[in-house]
């Protein structure tokens, strides 16, 4: 062992993490369906726990169905989600699925779930009572509202619900247009972050006291958290914010132009950042400009800048802009399609190709983005059919 300089004694050298993966060892019980939870225990079986899925016999996670496109009988929204895991099969309608379950249980280190409240106890598995049961065992709760808010038992939490109740909806889309939703289901994606940072301190926790904790995060309060700027523009300035396109309340230049065949984003944060934007375009004397020397100036004054930017920014196209600035380094990017993502050397990274025995064909999955040392965390098992490891696991109880 050796003392490191900001902490306590570690070993000289990590173990590859082919041979031990951060969590090996763990084995997590995921009650859960649809993205949030999925997604929170994707993430803990990419670092190597043993998470078992339990799913309604004949249906399974809804998300095996939405689609198109499918491969074989799961659709790519359940694959993106689901990869190391297992599957059982269990009805909690049925004191023997409600019995396998609480077996399964005891032998887990942390389950999640994400019925609405009341239900687990009700299907004759209460949370406090499965710790009592298993002193260790963390729990975890993926609800639409806290419990703190009336009537939220009965309220649905769809992603596209708290993207209106949460404010992101009113600050996304184009000045004076319709409220827009973001295009993919990013607060259920944050809620799963959420979700996952809770259950790994619980488990850190769990190191030294020997009991679990249960964690609990809702939608909308992890919705409401994400606003960050917007929030405190609300809350320390009084400012309500609306929609800007692509616009930044904060910042000016910080926004996408129009070339003359294609828009690109331009992302000029500081002064000097203006400074040579405006070097560029042939027009250094804007710096200089009363209206536009800081960014409390341009932000001020953004209905004078921005026509005068994308006056300029029409004569030529986006790759000249791009180039020209990204050589003086002005930050900036094209705006990408799908395609044009995974055709870039840094999407093509991302990219894995999974061996699928149970579906007879390779999957190509987005990988998981942690490196632990510069290593990546390969997949290690394609997403599993709907009950595929039922026999396995109901043996191992």
């Given at each position: 062992?050796?003392a ?24 997590i ?12 225990t994707?993430?803990?079986g990419?670092?190597g726990?043993d998470?078992i ?11 095996r ?8 009988d ?13 599957s ?11 019995d ?5 249980a ?16 009700e299907?004759?598995l ?19 509202f806290?419990?703190?808010v009336?009537d ?17 909806m009113?600050?996304t ?12 289901a990013?607060l ?11 259950i790994?301190a ?26 960050v ?7 320390m300035?009084?400012?309500v ?14 926004q ?11 992302a000029?944060?500081?002064?000097r950042?203006?400074?040579?934007t405006?070097?560029?375009?042939g027009?250094?004397?804007w710096?200089d400009?009363p ?7 341009r ?20 790759t000249e ?12 990017a094209?705006i990408?399609?799908m ?7 840094e ?13 007879g ?6 990988r ?30």
């Amino acid at each position: 062992m050796e003392a490191h300089p900001d902490g306590p004694a570690r070993e000289a050298e990590y173990p590859p993490l082919v041979e031990q993966l951060p969590l090996a060892g763990l084995r997590i019980l995921d009650l859960s369906r649809v993205l949030a939870g999925p997604l929170a225990t994707q993430i803990l079986g990419d670092l190597g726990a043993d998470v078992i899925k339990v799913e309604r016999p004949g249906a399974g996670d809804d998300t095996r169905h939405w689609g198109p496109p499918f491969v074989g009988d799961d659709a790519a929204y359940y694959l993106s989600l689901n990869r190391n895991k297992r599957s059982v099969t269990a009805d909690l309608k049925t004191p023997e699925g409600v019995d396998a379950v609480r077996r399964l249980a005891g032998d887990s280190d942390v389950l999640i779930e994400n019925f609405r409240p009341g239900l687990m106890a009700e299907l004759g598995l209460g949370l406090d009572d499965l710790r009592r049961r298993a002193r260790g065992l963390i729990t975890c709760s993926l609800t639409a509202f806290n419990e703190e808010v009336p009537d939220a038992a009965r309220r649905p939490g769809y992603d596209i619900m708290v993207q209106a109740l949460s404010g992101l909806m009113s600050v996304t889309g184009e000045p004076d247009g319709q409220p827009v939703k973001a295009g993919v289901a990013l607060l259920d994606v944050i809620t799963g972050l959420q979700a996952t940072i809770g259950i790994l301190a619980a488990l850190h926790e769990r190191e030294r006291t020997g009991r679990g904790r249960h964690v609990s995060v809702s939608l909308f309060d992890a919705s409401v958290a994400a606003m960050v700027n917007q929030a405190a523009n609300l809350l320390m300035g009084g400012i309500v914010a609306g929609p800007m396109g692509t616009a930044h309340p904060n910042i000016s230049p910080y926004q996408a132009f129009q070339a003359s065949d294609r828009p690109f984003i331009l992302a000029a944060g500081n002064d000097r950042l203006f400074a040579r934007t405006c070097e560029v375009l042939g027009h250094p004397e804007w710096a200089d400009d009363p209206r536009f020397v800081t960014n409390e100036d341009r932000v001020h004054h953004r209905d004078e800048l921005i026509p005068l930017l994308a006056g300029s920014f029409g004569s030529r196209t986006a790759t000249e802009w791009i180039d020209a600035l990204e050589a003086v380094s002005v930050p900036c990017a094209p705006i990408r399609a799908m395609d044009e993502v995974f055709a870039s050397p840094e999407g093509a990274a991302l990219v894995e190709s999974v061996a699928d025995p149970g579906r007879g064909t390779t999957l190509r999955l987005v990988r998981n983005p942690i490196r632990f040392d510069g290593d990546v965390l390969d997949t290690r098992h394609a997403p599993p059919l709907l009950g595929e490891h039922t026999d396995e696991i109901l043996r191992e109880t």
